[in-house]
């Protein structure tokens, strides 16, 4: 029966893709890792392997960490900022720190001694969670208002994967200041780290000519979701407020956990909003996400000032006797009225899902279908969205706590952030990106406080009492599981309850996968998990993306760094002059200065000597404008 379900749920996306891409998907999912051509270094598929491969390797003794950061480091190099473009990072930690920290861990398992499951594996964190300078990356929430800026501390939940033995990898791309700049900025857009790119592409003939899709990669935890998908990082973190962890991972084919809000300390990460945020994690598989949430949410001994529980969570593979609610998959009926979707779309993703209900439904899994989800429009008083005056009110908040756990900081308050990006509009502003509306909003909220108090009541309730907890009571439900971009988040997040999602199948249109979402009621992360557990082992293998090194590559032959008199020279003009730590900046500046000479240098190897040289550059704006910013 199982390999007829997984056979009838696999994603279907051949017609569209070369064949050789799948037989080389399936071998890889068989064994992620294979022995190197002289036999003695084993290598590994960044784009499939998951963290649970990489521990038992790790274990067997057959790689180090030393070798699996190299990995990373290399598949980054090649397609963040060059190859692909896929602009998922913003910055990576310094290479020579990351071997040393890989050293030591390895030479910890030398001698026996294992700090957890994650021992020795890398994680990439989205740049609105702080980091010690010690780590060598800045927290820029995607704002050079932020660049250069040096935290007190690593924030509380760094501490808690690094005393477990993860590596700190670098920081990822996110819609800048978690979305509320602009409401027409791109999702997964930020000043410094430009677009961000999904890696699932399909290809297709128009005019008789050879064109790559790119889809959307969903915001604002977008560059964790892509750090993930794209072989980056084996496991990543980011932060949802409404949705912005959930839907970047559904569109990644990844599996994540937004816990209940306020059962992650969040100390030390930028968040829109206390009433709604909370951090969680996403991995390839449902096995590496059960360890990562333990090491997020489980306090340790130092915080305790006890001996700290090793595991809260476990794997289950069975479905046990879960009670699980599926709601009538009409998410993607709106789909297509906003054109987002064809017809035949449609209809794919339907069978998908339906396959899935009705193949629980036969192997004797507890399930009710359909039942019938609130509408989001539940959640507005009088037609006006709730969230709005609640997120307004306590962004100024939270934005002043953040400011103030830096210990050196060029911005002290929402207005000085304002002025910032007014004074440096070429870099903050661009054409993509022309102005600042919600954070003016938000600077000139005046909202009451008991109209905030009402809306805040308003989105419990409708979410909470009269929508899931009704839904959970009324059916004797333990899960309602949706479409991925259903209105289940939003609801999930207006009740403050913990929120996952796992993937489901790729569209045969452009490969961009879709996913189910799922909630239970609060502190029921553990039954959360064990719905992802059983789901991994009962359905078919996430989509993979195309290998990254398949697409033509918008520039394959990078220009060799330039000669010593030169590098002097943008070393000088850097030191001596202000380019607010862009590299485009200064590129400008010099082939301006260059061009009758007819000499000019690429923003890209600018930015690689500042880099190379102990120098904290971003690029900006000289990031093929057009392709960077096109959703």
Request: hydrophobic share 40%.
């Amino acid at each position: 029966m199982f390999r007829a379900i997984k056979t009838a749920l696999a994603p279907n996306i051949q017609p569209q893709l070369p064949s050789d891409y799948f037989e080389g998907i399936q071998a890889a999912r068989k064994l992620s890792f294979t022995s190197s051509s002289d036999g003695s270094i084993p290598e590994f598929d960044p784009l499939s392997a998951s963290a649970y491969e990489l521990s038992e390797m790790l274990n067997e003794h057959v790689i180090t960490s030393v070798e699996i950061v190299e990995a990373y480091l290399n598949q980054i190099e090649q397609h963040n900022r060059r190859g692909r473009q896929l602009r998922a990072l913003i910055s990576v930690a310094p290479r020579h720190e990351l071997i040393r920290i890989a050293r030591r861990l390895d030479d910890e398992r030398a001698r026996g001694k294992r700090r957890g499951p994650l021992h020795g594996i890398p994680v990439v964190l989205k740049d609105n969670i702080m980091t010690d300078v010690n780590l060598g990356m800045d927290t820029t929430v995607g704002s050079y208002a932020f660049v250069g800026c040096t935290p007190k501390k690593n924030a509380i939940i760094v501490d808690r994967l690094i005393r477990r033995g993860m590596i700190i990898l670098g920081k990822s791309n996110l819609t800048e200041f978690c979305g509320l700049k602009n409401p027409a900025m791109p999702p997964g857009w930020s000043a410094v780290g430009g677009q961000c790119q999904s890696p699932y592409v399909a290809r297709h003939i128009a005019k008789k000519k050879l064109h790559w899709e790119l889809s959307a990669p969903g915001g604002s935890s977008t560059g964790s979701a892509v750090s993930v998908a794209a072989g980056f990082s084996t496991l990543a973190v980011g932060t949802d407020t409404i949705g912005s962890l959930i839907t970047p991972a559904n569109r990644s084919a990844l599996y994540a956990l937004k816990p209940t809000v306020g059962e992650v300390p969040m100390d030390g990460i930028f968040t829109l909003s206390k009433s709604f945020d909370s951090a969680g994690g996403m991995a390839k598989s449902a096995k590496d996400l059960v360890a990562l949430m333990d090491a997020l949410m489980l306090p340790t001994s130092k915080e305790t000032g006890t001996k700290a529980a090793h595991t809260c969570f476990r794997i289950k593979e069975d479905w046990g006797n879960l009670r699980i609610g599926f709601t009538e998959p009409t998410i993607w009926k709106q789909w297509k009225k906003s054109g987002r979707i064809n017809a035949d779309a449609e209809r794919f993703m339907l069978q998908k899902y339906d396959a899935v209900v009705q193949s629980l439904i036969e192997m004797g899994v507890n399930i009710v279908y359909p039942i019938e989800l609130p509408s989001q429009a539940s959640l507005n008083i009088e037609g006006k969205n709730s969230f709005e005056p609640v997120v307004y009110s306590e962004f100024k908040e939270r934005l002043s706590e953040f400011i103030r756990q830096f210990k050196s900081t060029k911005v002290h308050s929402l207005a000085e952030i304002i002025n910032f990006n007014l004074e440096h509009r070429e870099l903050t502003l661009p054409p993509s990106c022309p102005n600042q509306s919600d954070l003016m909003a938000a600077l000139q909220s005046g909202a009451l406080r008991d109209q905030v108090a009402a809306a805040k009541s308003h989105l419990e309730t409708a979410g909470g009492r009269e929508g899931l907890d009704y839904l959970f009571a009324a059916h004797q439900l333990d899960i309602v599981v949706s479409p991925g971009d259903a209105a289940l988040s939003s609801l999930a997040a207006a009740a403050g309850y913990p929120t996952a999602a796992c993937p489901l199948s790729a569209l045969k249109l452009n490969g961009q996968p879709f996913g189910l979402t799922l909630t239970a009621p609060p502190h029921n992360e553990h039954v959360l998990l064990h719905f992802l557990t059983a789901y991994e082992v009962t359905f078919p293998p996430r989509a993979l993306p195309l290998p990254l090194s398949s697409v033509p590559l918008q520039d394959p032959c990078p220009e060799p760094l330039p000669d010593k008199p030169i590098i002097e020279l943008i070393l000088h003009e850097w030191d001596t002059r202000k380019f607010s730590c862009s590299a485009d900046a200064l590129a400008d500046w010099l082939n301006a200065r260059w061009r009758k000479s007819g000499y000019e240098l690429s923003a890209e190897t600018i930015c690689e000597v500042l880099r190379s040289n102990g120098r904290i550059a971003f690029r900006g704006l000289g990031d093929d404008a057009e392709g960077a910013f096109a959703r």
